[in-house]
């Protein structure tokens, strides 16, 4: 299961049913249960991004499905391997009385925390935070903030630097660091301290 506080890998699933579009939507809910339960996941970690019009391939109709499932990022190497096994996901969705699918390839995206760099995936820098499981760059932390490490996932992760107080918490996008007023000292974070 995903939580909030588990990073998350998304994986984009390609692949082709043997199937016509109305057999399919009598069995679409019956489908992703299978997909998740394979992957020990929660259902709501699966969905069909989109399914393209029937097409005829060896004399038999097919469609083409898209699957988003979103993936513990610890599992995300576990989950394209189990996916990419010849035959093993079809053998249970045939065994489940459902069409034939063929995986046609699996698309990993680096996933919150995390960005595209060349083909490899980076950590957000510090500074910076990415709360989609997509491969979208890091956003840059609200003006006079930042992160204390790197991979943050939230804006709420952002803390003001020295200087600057958490004038109207909690952090949002538009930022709410204020600078620190006279006679006080800001050592960063919410923090505003009076001087002696």
Known sequence: LVSNTTSVTRLLLLMQMLTDIETFNG???????????????????VRIQSVAGSSRRLLQTSLDLSVELDVPTES??????????DGSLNTLVTSAGL????????????????????AACQLCLEGSYKS???????????SNSSTASSGSTRVT?????????????PMSIAG?????????????GSAQVGCP
């Open 27 to 45: 069995s679409e809910e019956t489908f992703l249960l299978l997909l998740a339960n394979f992957l020990n996941l929660d259902l709501s970690a």
């Open 76 to 85: 995300a190497d576990a989950a394209t391997s189990s996916l990419g096994q």
């Open 99 to 118: 069409p034939q699918v063929v995986v046609i390839g699996i698309v990993r995206y680096c996933g919150d925390g995390r960005m595209p760099v060349q």
């Open 132 to 142: 989609e499981p997509d491969n979208s760059s890091c956003v840059q932390c609200p």
């Open 157 to 169: 992760e952002c803390r003001c630097v020295a200087g600057f107080f958490l004038a109207a918490p």
């Open 176 to 188: 709410s660091c204020s600078a620190c007023p006279a006679g006080s000292y800001c050592p960063g």
